[in-house]
DNA sequence: ATAGTTTTACTATCGATGATAGGTAATACT
DNA sequence: AGTATTACCTATCATCGATAGTAAAACTAT
């Protein structure tokens, strides 16, 4: 019989695929914040990882392909920062909470932001395997937002664009600030207010 | 004595000049329209105009002054925009058109958005010049919001962001559609509510 | 009209970029 | 120990933005 039947993937080559997958990514953010998202070269980045740039094809079948692990990759960091948060208490100010926390993951890393949440690449959308982490995320979203009894599809659409409106301003204009993260709180009450 | 001396410029190099900038920078827009703000490439380009590459160069010092072009023929067209539309009435009233009607002109050009209220070239900062075309629009903006109320700076910035959130939605899921510019009054009067 | 000046546009070429081909060294499984 | 697969390399390609140098064209002034 074999012995090795419960292990989970755990062969030593995609091991250490998947953490050099995991070194190379790391350093692609670094390069994207030094340089910019659509600025990042193969070529710095393969040395910054001790390789040469064709050998980098051996990870990433195109540079696109790169864009969406990158795009998987942030989604998953997302995913984990809210994990380790705690979204219990009144409905309210669950959502309060759950508001200042993106704004603030946003000011965390514009770079990262602005891969998740708009779309300059110009030829880059993500395959349905990663984009199925997007969605997860706003089904997270949409159920903290239902709780405080966000239930329309336009009050949802409202809920949306106030959200993306707060991250994108605190990361254009106050990076790495809490200007509009501050503002959480009177944003939520005026979505919830009775019309 | 000069018989010419009341002419505004009107030499003919100069017209000549603006008139072959006005041609550049149209086929520009149709370029990023088609391929991508950031997938401009200046040999295409050219070739729509009836250029080589290189003679690009005799009205765009470099690809950044193109787009530094771009984006101030971008403001002035969202400044002419707002010139032929009347926002008199009450204040309430006025608020609710300019919002409708800024989501409609992020609508009908997605990349031209892009360009004005998203940074997404590496590199690319507005000159001095170019930028106060955008601080033009933003009095603008505050002008119609201070009449309607809106005064202290936390309630400026969630207009702000409240406007930016719709429009960026507006144009990321529903491109030349009407699903949140329809949502402006109800965006208006959330934020005109007595807290 | 013609001489002189400025503007416009060209060809040729540069370094850097993403991508591919083909070969070799390293690693893991039988 | 032998074999197959993976990892990585060098060399090279077309395309990109940018520069140098030159010729033609357009305008001005005499």
Do not use: C
């Amino acid at each position: 019989m074999n012995e090795s039947a419960n292990r989970v993937a755990t062969d030593p080559r995609s091991d250490r695929r998947e953490a050099k997958i995991a070194g190379i990514l790391s350093e692609a953010w670094d390069l994207a914040r030094r340089d910019g998202l659509g600025a990042i070269s193969l070529r710095d980045l393969a040395g910054a990882v001790g390789l040469r740039q064709p050998s980098l094809y051996v990870y990433f079948e195109s540079k696109l392909a790169l864009y969406d692990a990158m795009f998987a990759d942030g989604y998953r960091q997302l995913l984990a920062y809210l994990d380790e948060r705690d979204y219990t208490g009144t409905p309210r100010d669950a959502l309060i909470r759950f508001t200042r926390d993106l704004i603030t993951f946003a000011s965390e890393d514009g770079v990262r932001y602005q891969m998740l949440f708009q779309r300059p690449i110009p030829g880059f959308e993500p395959t349905t395997e990663s984009f199925a982490l997007a969605l997860e995320f706003y089904e997270r979203a949409t159920t903290v937002a239902a709780n405080a009894g966000i239930h329309h599809q336009a009050d949802i659409d409202l809920f949306a664009a106030v959200i993306n409106g707060l991250s994108h301003q605190q990361v254009a204009n106050d990076p790495g600030g809490r200007r509009w993260a501050d503002l959480a709180e009177q944003a939520v009450d005026m979505l919830l207010a009775p019309r």
